[in-house]
T-cell receptor
Framework: AQSVTQPDIHITVSEGASLELRCNYS??????LFWYVQSPGQGLQLLLK??????LVQGIKGFEAEFKRSQSSFNLRKPSVHWSDAAEYFC???????????FGKGTMLLVSP | KAGVTQTPRYLIKTRGQQVTLSCSPI?????VSWYQQTPGQGLQFLFE???????NKGNFPGRFSGRQFSNSRSEMNVSTLELGDSALYLC????????????FGQGTRLTVV
């Protein structure tokens, strides 16, 4: 069975500082990996995705993530955080040809002035 | 291009009642999945429909059911509501090709009193 661990429940970052959100997955084959963001009371917006190929993927809003197979990780990064980035971030894994996604518990990002 | 549309956005129901939620996928998307999001359990997969057939089902009791129509619109039904069914219900649609991502709707917030 596949699983996703996001070790940090909350993270506080100063505006303008860099950000890294951690994600570790468990899956037997090459996974499909995703990062979604959710603002309060809203649905999930896709930030970026990894299917294959280049292990460093670029997403929207200046986010990027790196797939490291040896560490079973897919950490999300942003060089300079903006106050509007405050939200909850979810890492998810799916199998090839997936019909389901398995999500981590989420990391709540707080941005301080 | 319109996104995934879920109706209604908010619902308040009484314990023991039943409820039907609706999801209209992105045009051309034939796969529709449903997820339940609660503070305690996080995001959990309910079921997925493709071409009017349930293709996959999560670990939820039989009170939770769904269906998909020929135009790919989907409904989910919860019968005999319990307080613990209070949650944000999210619908996602996806094209049925490899290397495609799931797009989520804004969700339906169900409160059972």
């Amino acid at each position: 069975a596949q699983s996703v661990t996001q070790p940090d429940i909350h993270i506080t970052v100063s505006e303008g500082a860099s950000l890294e959100l951690r994600c570790n997955y468990s899956y037997g084959a090459t996974p499909y990996l995703f990062w979604y963001v959710q603002s309060p009371g809203q649905g999930l917006q896709l930030l970026l995705k990894y299917f294959s190929g280049d292990t460093l993927v670029q997403g929207i809003k200046g986010f990027e993530a790196e797939f490291k197979r040896s560490q079973s990780s897919f950490n999300l990064r942003k060089p300079s955080v903006h106050w509007s980035d405050a939200a909850e971030y979810f890492c998810a894994v799916g199998a090839k040809g997936y019909s389901t996604l398995t999500f981590g518990k989420g990391t709540m990002l707080l941005v301080s002035p | 291009k319109a996104g995934v549309t879920q109706t209604p956005r908010y619902l308040i129901k009484t314990r023991g009642q039943q409820v039907t939620l609706s999801c209209s996928p992105i045009s051309g998307h034939r796969s529709v999945s449903w997820y339940q999001q609660t503070p305690g359990q996080g995001l959990q997969f309910l079921f997925e429909y493709f071409s009017e057939t349930q293709r996959n089902k999560g670990n939820f009791p039989g009170r939770f059911s769904g269906r998909q129509f020929s135009n790919s619109r989907s409904e989910m039904n919860v019968s005999t509501l319990e307080l613990g069914d209070s949650a944000l219900y999210l619908c996602a649609s996806r094209q049925e090709y490899e290397n495609t991502e799931a797009f989520f709707g804004q969700g339906t917030r169900l409160t059972v009193v």
